[in-house]
């Protein structure tokens, strides 16, 4: 079973963003955290702190560990580290 907190800061306009969801919805996590920050209050500054200074979205959060963007994602899941990572 995953245990770890899955934070996603999106919009809903970004296609990146979808693809990211999409990724993370297909693994059933029981903790994923989609936060959009265009209509929720204090979220895109919430997450430029969280991301240490980045802007863009999405930016992806596994744990506290800061994964970063829609690429990022998709390259721990090709090379085989991202099941382990939302097992820890």
Same mark, same amino acid.
């Given at each position: 079973?995953?245990?770890?907190?899955?934070?996603? !800061?999106?919009?809903?306009?970004?296609? !990146?963003?979808?693809?990211?969801?999409?990724? *993370?919805?297909?693994?059933?996590? =029981?903790?994923?955290?989609?936060?959009?920050?265009?209509?929720?209050?204090?979220?895109?500054?919430?997450?430029? =702190?969280?991301?240490?200074?980045?802007?863009?979205?999405? =930016?992806?959060?596994?744990?506290?560990?800061?994964?970063?963007?829609? +690429?990022? *994602?998709?390259? *721990?899941?090709?090379?085989?580290?991202? +099941?382990?990572?939302?097992?820890?």
């Amino acid at each position: 079973m995953n245990t770890a907190e899955v934070v996603i !800061y999106r919009t809903d306009w970004c296609p !990146y963003c979808r693809r990211a969801e999409a990724l *993370l919805e297909s693994k059933s996590l =029981q903790n994923l955290k989609v936060i959009d920050v265009d209509v929720t209050p204090g979220a895109r500054a919430e997450m430029v =702190q969280r991301a240490g200074g980045r802007t863009s979205v999405p =930016q992806i959060f596994i744990g506290d560990r800061h994964v970063g963007g829609c +690429d990022d *994602l998709v390259a *721990l899941e090709r090379a085989g580290r991202l +099941d382990p990572m939302l097992a820890a």
